[in-house]
């Protein structure tokens, strides 16, 4: 059993398809361990993505993942971390495989309707993050 962090980013929240995001999941045997919504602040967003501050697009992507609000969750189960990036698909939605979550909903490389922890290590901090333990079930 894995855990692993997803995001579904303001363009995905603002299109009204929370519920159709969190389908693919629970229909792929993720369940929904930890759910909420949240607005991000500037300070939370670039301590966030601090790995990629000093790539030309960070100013303009904590721009956008503060535009307006977010769900948060804790993604469970088998090899969750692989099996989250494969619903999701690629980072750019014109190279994401058909049927894929960011094939169907991603507005643009930048408003790509979902995040996912790249690896599990990474998947621990990022749930530390955003989650307390007493709000993982
Ligand atoms: P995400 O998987 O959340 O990780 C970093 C984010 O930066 C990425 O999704 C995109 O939303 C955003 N981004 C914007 N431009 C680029 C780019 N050229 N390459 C990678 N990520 C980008």
């Known amino acids: 059993m894995e855990r ?20 693919r999941f629970e229909s792929n045997g993720l369940r929904i361990a930890a759910m909420k919504k949240v607005k991000l602040s500037a300070e939370d967003a670039a301590n966030f993505y601090a790995v990629h501050k000093e790539r030309p697009f960070f100013k303009d992507l904590v721009e956008y993942m503060t535009s307006g609000p977010v769900v948060v969750m804790v993604l469970e189960g088998e090899n969750a971390v692989a099996k989250n990036r494969e619903l999701m698909g690629a ?23 979902v995040h996912g922890s790249d690896s599990l290590e990474n998947a621990e901090k990022e749930i530390r993050f955003f989650f307390a333990e007493r709000e993982i079930l």
């Open 4 to 23: 692993t962090l997803s995001i579904i980013k303001p363009d995905a929240v603002q299109k009204s398809v929370i519920g159709k995001i969190v389908d």
């Open 91 to 113: 980072t750019d939605p014109k190279e994401a495989e058909p049927g894929t979550i960011r094939a169907d909903f991603a507005e643009s490389i930048e408003a790509n309707a």
